[in-house]
């Protein structure tokens, strides 16, 4: 495939950067490049401070704007397909395949549903992201007003957010109320990474056993809450991580030894339901999205 246009990742310091090098903190936060591969991006002028080249060796102040302009690069292979659930003037959902990255990040920048959509309607803003393994539905906003309503209304935990997922091993209750917190930590080799903190913000996940199988389990999980990686976590939390996680094991923490990235696939998890309030119309609207096959109670 072609190459794609490049993009400049910016971001305003926080007190975490206060008295780092530009270089030690571009190492300590950006894990997939290790300082000689900075060290380069810093000699051809990528990487700007406050829109000056930095050179490395500048000591960081909170506020300051570091960007990194990188280049043009071949992004891998995606689905570019999705399915067009539901459209009006306010809104519009699709039903996300899995592999596809809702979002730029992680390598990935023209092979997102957000490029893809914007081909379509290029007016559209996500409310919310799957990620890249996951399938199922995904909400946009067509207008400023309907963004800001239904942004609210996820604050407000007024949106119902159903999913399915296949966990490893046999469940042995019917129903499982999980409030483990969430939080992030070091991973020794993978950097920041969400998992199960007891110091972590307060989380819920319902989840229901639709099907037992020989060495498996089909579950129906409705969040109450929408940490990062959630359910990947709490299925893990209670001794059922989901089945092909190249990241989370039981106890809803990621592998000790060589874990995946977060944006690995091998999984099956599938946002299929939302309901909410029109931002328009006032009235409660329910969307679905098709199940995969691997996913239906046989």
């Not at 803003?125 to 963004?147: E, Y």
């Not at 909410?276 to 009235?283: D, I, M, N």
């Amino acid at each position: 495939m072609a190459f794609n246009t490049g993009y400049a990742y910016r971001e305003q310091l926080g007190v975490r950067a206060r008295g780092q090098s530009t270089l030690s903190y571009l190492v300590a936060s950006y894990r997939h490049s290790p300082e000689p591969v900075w060290r380069e991006r810093l000699a051809r002028g990528e990487v700007l401070l406050d829109d000056l080249p930095a050179t490395g060796e500048e000591l960081l102040k909170p506020g300051q704007r570091l960007v990194w302009n990188r280049p043009p690069w071949e992004e891998k292979e995606t689905p570019r397909d999705y399915t067009l659930v539901y459209a009006d003037e306010a809104i519009l959902a699709v039903d996300k395949p899995g592999g596809l990255p809702t979002m730029p990040g992680g390598g990935f920048l023209v092979n997102t549903l957000l490029h893809v959509v914007r081909e379509r309607f290029p007016e559209v803003s996500p409310l919310h992201r799957l990620g890249r393994g996951t399938s199922g539905l995904v909400l946009f906003a067509r207008t400023h007003d309907a963004a800001a309503k239904l942004s609210r209304a996820w604050r407000e935990h007024e949106v119902e957010k159903r999913y399915r997922a296949l966990s490893s091993h046999v469940a042995s209750q019917d129903a499982y109320d999980i409030t483990a917190p969430i939080g992030e930590a070091v991973h020794p080799g993978r950097g920041l990474l969400s998992m199960a903190l007891p110091s972590g913000k307060a989380s819920r996940s319902l989840a229901r056993v639709l099907q037992r199988r020989a060495a498996s389990t089909l579950f129906e999980v409705d969040i109450q809450t929408g940490r990062s990686q959630q359910i990947r976590i709490h299925l893990a939390f209670i001794g059922h991580p989901l089945e092909g996680d190249p990241v989370y094991t039981v106890g809803g923490v990621p592998r000790a030894e060589q874990p995946g990235l977060l944006g690995d696939t091998g999984y099956l998890l599938h946002a299929e339901r939302l309901c909410f309030v029109h931002p328009l119309t006032g009235e409660r609207l329910e969307l679905h999205a098709t199940l995969p096959s691997e996913l239906l109670v046989k």
